[in-house]
């Protein structure tokens, strides 16, 4: 794409990277907005409710186009201008602190604090230093688990997220931000 293309749907740098964070974090805050309507009546369900959060989370991170968790680091993404895409990433790190402290209550563990959400969040170190594994999502939601101190057997909270995750699925939609983008500035009509 060329650049004056580019600035045809955004108005500066900071407009296309803010567009970019909200695209980032809006599938995985959508869905633990979906997990959070889920019964959480059990050890179980809580756990299954972590994982699926933790599982979708990281895979949305290892499998985008572009390794964009790296855009969080850096020193411009926390200014005023991108508070949009902040304010909903603070929302999807209280969800993983929400999860995690059930998880823990239920095993009877120390605070996990936001650890779960940070956990998830290094598949972009991981993806950076190119040893994402097909795997990783996998086993980061399974150490998640760990870390919020769950240490029975992962098979039924496998098998139970993969339950809530069907419903997710069937719920959000991973979009493009460039058609995003498009269809916000333009009303998606071709210009």
Not at 66 to 89: C, I, K, Q, Y
Not at 165 to 183: C, E, F, G, Q
């Amino acid at each position: 794409m060329r650049q004056n293309v580019l600035y045809h749907h955004f108005a500066s740098k900071d407009d296309i990277l803010g567009t970019l964070l909200e695209a980032l974090v809006r599938p995985a805050l959508d869905a633990a907005g979906i997990l959070s309507t889920h019964p959480a009546d059990d050890a179980l369900n809580r756990a299954a409710r972590l994982y699926a959060l933790s599982l979708y989370d990281a895979t949305v991170l290892a499998t985008w186009k572009w390794n964009l968790g790296v855009l969080f680091f850096l020193p411009e993404a926390h200014s005023a201008v991108f508070d949009s895409a902040l304010t909903m990433r603070q929302a999807l790190r209280q969800f993983h602190v929400d999860f995690a402290a059930e998880v823990a209550e239920d095993a009877g563990s120390g605070p996990v604090g936001d650890h779960t959400f940070r956990l998830v969040e290094s598949v972009a170190n991981i993806r950076a230093d190119g040893k994402l594994a097909p795997d990783s999502p996998r086993q980061l939601a399974g150490s998640c688990l760990r870390l919020a101190g769950w240490t029975t057997s992962l098979d039924h909270v496998a098998d139970r997220s993969g339950q809530l995750l069907a419903t997710v699925d069937s719920a959000v939609t991973v979009t493009d931000p460039r058609a995003d983008a498009y269809n916000r500035t333009s009303g998606g009509q071709s210009t």
